[in-house]
């Protein structure tokens, strides 16, 4: 079992840059798949990126190329770099681990990511 814990978010201008940790306590972190999510107002929440337990990682088509996802298992923390942020960047950001962490990152459903954090509010003004 894990528990996840986000920060790094809070209010920023356009273009600038963020990175959100996600720390989880609890074992075998290397073994999952982690992804990062995000819930902007009046929307659905979408899966932003996922990198999976060997380091392969996906990222959605509105933050590719501005935005990476890595995972330090010695510290038990995933991150997702945020460059050139954008006001649609706007949202709640939420990690998540999923047990299946062998599988390629496309092919994990949104439903199948056991555990989640709190999530950290990240603003971006124009």
């Known amino acids: 079992q894990l528990r996840l814990v986000e920060s790094g978010g809070g209010p920023v201008q356009a273009g600038a840059s963020l990175k959100l940790p996600c720390t989880a306590s609890?074992?075998?972190?290397?073994?999952?798949?982690l992804g990062w999510f995000r819930r902007a107002p009046g929307k659905e929440r979408e899966r932003v990126s996922c990198?999976?337990?060997?380091?392969?990682?996906i990222h959605e088509d509105p933050v590719k190329g501005r935005f990476t996802i890595s995972r330090d298992d010695s510290k038990n923390t995933a991150y997702l770099q945020m460059n050139s942020l954008k006001p649609e960047d706007t949202a709640v950001y939420y990690c998540?681990?999923?047990?299946?962490?062998?599988?390629?990152?496309?092919?994990?459903?949104?439903?199948?990511?056991?555990?989640w954090g709190q999530g950290t509010q990240v603003t971006v003004s124009s």
């Open positions: 609890g074992s075998d972190f290397d073994y999952y798949a």
């Open positions: 990198i999976n337990n060997v380091a392969s990682a």
């Open positions: 998540a681990a999923s047990r299946h962490g062998g599988a390629v990152c496309g092919a994990i459903a949104d439903y199948e990511y056991e555990y």
